[in-house]
């Protein structure tokens, strides 16, 4: 029997070959792939095939790994050893580096993406407890004409999502790939 990751490359490779409908609203156009946390480092080293996937279905690929995303944003704040005394005083400050991290992302897709190209989110666990995954997926959707894949680290269940161990879930308009698809 395959692994859980092969099954989700199954999924994934069945799915992203299939037609895509035009005329979606931004969060209907995007993918989770969702696989338990645990498989995280196997996932990454194993990205490329969703890639050539994805380009297999005729389609282009871009990759946003957004796993440095927080550790660079909070090096340019003018106050991080302020921060870093009282961590507390950040908190405030969680939704500003949602959206300039949404805006910056926007900017580097802006030349690279059209309505026929996937751009494959790497590393949205590292959000977890800076921002929230579904509102950063919400505004960095709208930038994206194509599809949106978010390479997911949690769980799917009764049309819910959860990252990592969170204990509130979310729904979402996304469509849910699994290792059970």
């Known amino acids: ?27 209907q156009r995007v993918l989770f792939a969702v696989y338990h946390k645990e498989d995280e480092l ?15 279905a005729g389609h282009k690929w871009v990759k946003l790994d957004i796993t440095r995303l927080f550790p660079e944003w909070m090096a340019s704040q003018k106050y991080r050893e302020d921060y870093f005394e009282e961590p507390e ?30 751009v494959a989110l790497v590393g949205c666990g590292t959000l977890f407890g800076f921002a929230s995954v579904s509102d950063f997926v919400k505004q960095l959707s709208a ?26 879930g979310w729904g979402y308009l996304a469509t849910a790939i699994t290792a059970e698809n």
């Open 143 to 168: 930038f994206v004409p194509g599809r949106l894949l978010v390479l997911f680290p949690g769980e799917y269940i009764d049309n819910k999502y959860r990252l990592l161990d969170a204990k509130d």
């Open 1 to 27: 029997m395959s692994n859980r990751l092969e099954r989700l490359i199954k999924s994934y490779t069945n799915f992203i070959s299939i037609p895509w409908t035009k005329g979606l609203a931004d969060e």
């Open 89 to 118: 005083s950040l908190q405030t400050k969680y939704k500003k580096f949602a959206k300039q991290s949404v805006e910056k992302l926007a900017s580097e897709l802006e030349s690279q993406v059209d309505e026929n190209t996937l």
């Open 42 to 56: 196997k996932l990454r080293a194993r990205v490329e095939e969703f890639k050539f996937a994805t380009e297999s």
